[in-house]
């Protein structure tokens, strides 16, 4: 009701109904069995009611003053990024048949849904170099932890190493699945903002399950991997190759490093970064692994008249079996997710990803020059970067955000509270979608900090 005070489609005489019909004389009965002593004897403190009109333009007004993609330039990073996104994906997953499928337990109704989900499995492996992908994790650190648990399940032993070069929020993630089984997980030390190999052949052993390594790591930094996976394999483990898969048209396949998985974070790939989701976990490996992949595999086949169709090859999921021997207990469908992630690999090609993945890596550079030549910024550490790159700069981060801010920057990620020794250090990210004037923009403001 526009003038009205309330906007409730029940009227006094239908709760007086309702209540008669049910047995009681009041609505305060219905909540008898609830102890008086912690039951709200007043109203709640709540503004008055507002008409429709009223209430959008409140709500307007308070989400006016957000700060958004739409009115900030952006360099925030360290694991969800503002890449470009084609509309045309917006104009498929917004379809219905897609945003409503669930699923596909009927492959003769769930065609369109289980080809989706192929051809994404397909591109995935494509990238990877892998056999076998599925389309059901969550995001990067769930997939992530999942793929070192399928290590541990492969090998049947119990301890895992993880770079400490890999992201926080993987390892932090990694840490509460490996607790909950009663695994063990064991950190290898930096050198320089890279993993440190030495110390990694030191620790691998034969009672390694899984080695965890990231590429590119979580201070944007490529790592040497050359041989890695060969130290891995001597000793039997699995090594579970977490990816920024808009670097892989430039950087050497996870295959060609000798990875058994691949996990990684799909958001690049088409999809909003929103308020931190959803997210993507992408998840492929070698085909000796697929009994052990978590969620959902579609394949394609023939039938009986030879036409080609698709269906659920393989479910490994906690409803068919009992709970605490499923391989794992996530079984949420991310075909949405993964659809749009398909049609942004689709509608941009080989040669698309290539050059965002070049400007990434070329813009980040000369953002990284500019910003490392003031006085009191320095980098942190040497090497090649991708698209993120670590700065120490002076004065704390959070300060000089804020001021940022203020000129609609979203500023880089203070790295400080997940590395304790890298004070007053921030993590920035540089994608295609900056323009030289902004990074440029950038510089001017971050010189005429003190």
């Given at each position: 009701m526009m003038g009205g005070k309330h906007y409730l489609p029940l009227t006094d005489e239908d709760r007086r109904e309702m209540l008669k019909k049910i047995g009681v004389n009041s609505i305060e009965d219905l909540f008898s069995d609830i102890p008086d002593k912690v039951r709200l004897k007043s109203d709640l403190e709540l503004p008055p009611a507002m008409s429709e009109l009223e209430a959008v333009r409140h709500l307007s007004s308070l989400a006016a003053k957000n700060k958004h993609l739409n009115n900030c330039t952006s360099f925030m990073g360290a694991g969800v990024y503002d890449h470009f996104i084609p509309s045309v994906i917006k104009h498929i997953t917004g379809r219905s048949e897609f945003y409503t499928s669930y699923t596909p337990y009927q492959a003769e109704i769930s065609q369109g849904i289980l080809q989706a989900i192929f051809e994404y499995q397909t591109m995935i492996c494509k990238l990877?170099?892998?056999?076998?992908?599925?389309?059901?994790?969550?995001?990067?650190?769930?997939?992530?932890?999942?793929?070192?648990?399928?290590?541990?399940?492969?090998?049947?032993?119990?301890?895992?190493?993880?770079?400490?070069?890999?992201?926080?929020?993987?390892?932090?993630?990694?840490?509460?699945?490996?607790?909950?089984?009663g695994l063990d997980l064991e950190e290898v030390p930096l050198k320089d903002g890279h993993t440190d190999f030495s110390k990694l052949e030191e620790m691998v052993d034969d009672e390694t399950a899984s080695v965890i390594l990231q590429q590119p790591n979580f201070f944007g930094l490529v790592e040497d991997l050359d041989g890695v996976g060969g130290t891995i394999h001597d000793h039997k483990a699995v090594l579970v190759m977490a990816v920024?898969?808009?670097?892989?048209?430039?950087?050497?396949?996870?295959?060609?490093?000798?990875?058994?998985?691949?996990?990684?974070?799909?958001?690049?790939?088409?999809?909003?970064?929103?308020?931190?989701?959803?997210?993507?976990?992408?998840?492929?490996?070698?085909?000796?692994?697929?009994?052990?992949?978590?969620?959902?595999?579609?394949?394609?086949?023939?039938?009986?008249?030879?036409?080609?169709?698709?269906?659920?090859?393989?479910?490994?999921?906690?409803?068919?079996?009992?709970?605490?021997?499923?391989?794992?207990?996530?079984?949420?469908?991310?075909?949405?997710?993964a659809l749009a992630a398909a049609v942004y690999m689709a509608a941009m090609g080989p040669q698309g990803m290539r050059e965002v993945a070049e400007q990434c890596l070329q813009k980040a550079a000369y953002a990284r020059e500019k910003i490392t030549a003031l006085d009191g910024f320095e980098a942190v550490f040497s090497g090649h970067s991708?698209?993120?790159?670590?700065?120490?700069?002076?004065?704390?981060?959070?300060?000089?955000?804020?001021?940022?801010?203020?000129?609609?920057?979203?500023?880089?990620?203070?790295?400080?509270?997940?590395?304790?020794?890298?004070?007053?250090?921030?993590?920035?990210?540089?994608?295609?979608k900056r323009t030289r004037e902004e990074i440029d923009t950038l510089v001017r403001e971050l010189e005429g900090w003190k």
């Open positions: 990877t170099g892998m056999e076998v992908a599925n389309a059901s994790m969550y995001d990067g650190s769930t997939a992530v932890a999942e793929g070192a648990v399928m290590g541990c399940g492969a090998t049947r032993r119990s301890k895992a190493l993880v770079s400490r070069s890999v992201s926080p929020f993987y390892r932090a993630v990694l840490q509460n699945y490996f607790n909950s089984r920024d898969p808009l670097s892989l048209p430039l950087l050497k396949s996870p295959a060609d490093y000798g990875a058994d998985i691949v996990v990684g974070e799909g958001q690049g790939l088409g999809i909003p970064p929103s308020f931190g989701g959803p997210l993507l976990g992408i998840m492929a490996a070698r085909s000796r692994f697929v009994r052990q992949l978590p969620g959902r595999i579609s394949g394609e086949t023939i039938d009986s008249e030879g036409n080609r169709g698709y269906v659920m090859a393989l479910q490994t999921r906690e409803q068919h079996i009992r709970r605490e021997k499923a391989s794992s207990n996530i079984c949420t469908n991310e075909a949405l997710v991708f698209k993120e790159f670590a700065v120490k700069v002076p004065g704390k981060p959070d300060d000089l955000n804020q001021k940022l801010l203020q000129k609609d920057i979203l500023g880089g990620v203070d790295i400080s509270p997940f590395y304790p020794e890298l004070e007053n250090t921030m993590l920035f990210v540089v994608t295609e």
